[in-house]
């Protein structure tokens, strides 16, 4: 396929791609967007313009502040839609020669705001790396006993916070919290010492269910829209001291950083791959068929201030040991009710090799080992001031389709 936009051969953002989001524009205005090159879409504008006239998408379901509306339309209608604005986009279509339309519509990236693309009203983060519950379970627990009985029969996961979930670009406050040092009798109160990032990905839900109904892992993709790139912040010293016994609390809870654009499973389809052996067998609700590990390259960067980039981790979304698939069949197999928008984050993801840990608690095995950047300085953590950038995309075949990147500062803590 080639579109009669141009864009740079390496572009996350090709003709295959055509992923969704929200932007603000320079007259303020707010719309549902799609996204080729340095291009963007303003998708309300096209719907006026009567390019979905085929369509019964009801009144303009992307003159909105967020997705929701349109992700809950259903694969039924959202996947059709995609595949008209990615002929929309061809050489000689009827927009490539609709020039008032385009003059309207098309936006240069650096003059549009990106948004946080859904509403989320419910957020899950899982425990779905084996290498990184290895890791942590030999640095915190036994080294030969690193996971704990329940983790290869099951999803391990928790619920986590909705309303501090942000966009890229948002900076993020030191959080504050109880911590206890070494040899002490008793906690303290101040800023973390041990800020972390964690490297993931999540998929966002595109249906309503009731309370009691289950999905198979069958029936799982069929719920799901896309995804995004997602930066699960933690205060390691904060979580060591209250997770017991209920988990992450306010080590998770300040803050998580999101990309901007989701790429829909239509998208990541071409990239497929089986995932890891999974021994012992799982019970029946959690067995699958077919590929459902997707081939996706992850990059994680540290930029002090002023600084350069610096690249510190390289690791992939198919080292993903649960699947997408089994986290939603799991999520559900109680009963517990979807919501549109809600969001299913994969846990860190960490590959074999030391390079390919997805955060710094394993990068530098706690602070032991600490990483030594471009400008000379080290970190055993994350620095005020510092700004963590993560990018991911997918490439085959001389075809390529990414997500961008997910960034943000860290600020010092708030008095």
């Known amino acids: 396929m080639k579109s009669f ?17 929200v932007g603000i524009f320079s007259d303020d205005e ?8 340095d291009t963007v879409i303003n998708l309300a504008v096209l719907y006026d313009q009567g390019y979905f006239d085929e369509f019964n998408l009801g009144e303009n379901v992307f003159e909105a502040f967020t997705l929701n509306e349109f992700i809950s339309l259903g694969k039924s209608v959202t996947v059709p839609v995609r595949e008209h604005i990615q002929k929309l986009l061809l050489e000689g279509s009827e927009l490539s020669k609709d020039e008032e339309t385009q003059l309207e519509a098309f936006h240069n990236i650096e ?17 779905s790396s084996i290498e990184h519950a290895t890791n942590v379970g030999k640095m915190f627990r036994d080294p030969d006993n690193a996971l704990l009985p329940n983790w290869k029969h099951l999803p391990v996961g928790y619920h986590g916070r909705a309303s501090s979930i942000v966009v890229s670009g948002t900076p993020i406050y030191r959080p504050k919290g109880q911590t206890m040092p070494p040899n ?47 930066n699960d912040w933690s205060a390691r010293d904060v979580q060591k001291w209250e997770y017991v016994p209920l ?12 990309s901007p654009w989701i790429v829909t499973l239509e998208a990541l389809d071409p990239f497929r791959v089986n995932g890891p052996e999974q021994e012992p067998e799982v019970l029946p609700y959690l067995k699958y068929e077919g590929k459902k590990n997707f081939d996706i390259h992850l990059q994680t960067l540290i930029q002090p201030e002023n600084g350069e980039e610096n690249l510190i981790c390289t690791s992939n979304f198919k080292y993903m040991y649960w699947n997408m698939a089994q986290q939603l069949a799991h999520h559900t197999v109680n009963g ?9 984050a994969s846990g860190t993801i960490s590959g074999k090799t030391e390079d390919s840990f997805g955060s710094m608690l394993e990068l530098t095995w706690s602070g032991s080992k600490p990483l030594k950047l471009n400008d000379g300085s080290e970190r055993k953590f994350i620095e005020d001031n510092d700004t963590v950038i993560m990018r991911g995309w997918c490439e085959k075949d001389g075809i390529r389709i990414g997500f961008g990147e997910v960034s943000g500062k860290i600020l010092p803590a708030k008095d």
Request: charged share 20%; net charge negative.
């Open 184 to 230: 002490a009798d008793k906690p303290v109160f101040g800023p973390s010492q041990r800020l972390d990032f964690e490297l993931e990905m999540a998929f966002i839900t595109n249906s309503y269910t009731d309370l009691g109904e289950t999905i198979s892992t069958t029936e799982a993709e069929d719920h799901i829209f896309g995804m995004v790139l997602f």
């Open 247 to 258: 988990g992450p609390f306010l080590a998770k809870n300040f803050g998580s950083s999101i």
């Open 30 to 37: 707010i719309a549902c967007v799609t996204r080729i090159g």
């Open 5 to 21: 936009i141009e864009y740079e051969e390496n572009s996350d953002f090709s003709i295959y791609n055509i992923p969704f989001g």
């Open 111 to 127: 003059k549009v705001s990106m948004q946080l693309p859904v509403h989320v009203p419910n957020y899950t983060d899982f425990y």
């Open 336 to 344: 517990c009710n979807l919501e549109v928008g809600d969001m299913y």
